[in-house]
């Protein structure tokens, strides 16, 4: 199993800046891919972005150019930088592993994190 715990939520002017970090703890080994989504009230979650255990990446269409995704396999953990930030972005932010070889228990997730931008 894994288990994953969320950071560096807050508050933010619009235009600002907030890093979130995702620390992963047990059968880290197992992970394949690490992402980051988002929920707004109202809202379904939706994929922010994805990062691969080679360090591949890939962004939702609403965050490019604005968000990097990155992960410090030394610490086991996963960024997500965010500047620009729009008031649209605001959401719980989830922090989430695949493990192929769990499957059909494959997905583990944060208990999120609390991002508001101001406008």
């Known amino acids: 199993q894994v288990q994953l715990v969320e950071s560096g939520g807050g508050l933010v002017q619009a235009g600002g800046s907030l890093r979130l970090s995702c620390a992963a703890a047990?059968?880290?080994?197992?992970?394949?891919?690490m992402g980051w989504y988002r929920q707004a009230p109202g809202k379904q979650r939706e994929v922010v972005a994805h990062?691969?255990?080679?360090?591949?990446?890939n962004y939702a269409d609403s965050v490019k150019g604005r968000f990097t995704i990155s992960r410090d396999n030394a610490k086991n953990t996963v960024y997500l930088q965010m500047n620009s930030l729009k008031p649209e972005d605001t959401a719980v932010y989830y922090c989430?592993?695949?493990?192929?070889?769990?499957?059909?228990?494959?997905?583990?997730w944060g208990q999120g994190t609390q991002v508001t931008v101001s406008s």
């Open positions: 989430n592993a695949d493990v192929p070889s769990d499957f059909p228990n494959n997905d583990y």
């Open positions: 047990g059968n880290i080994f197992s992970i394949n891919l």
């Open positions: 990062i691969t255990s080679g360090g591949s990446t």
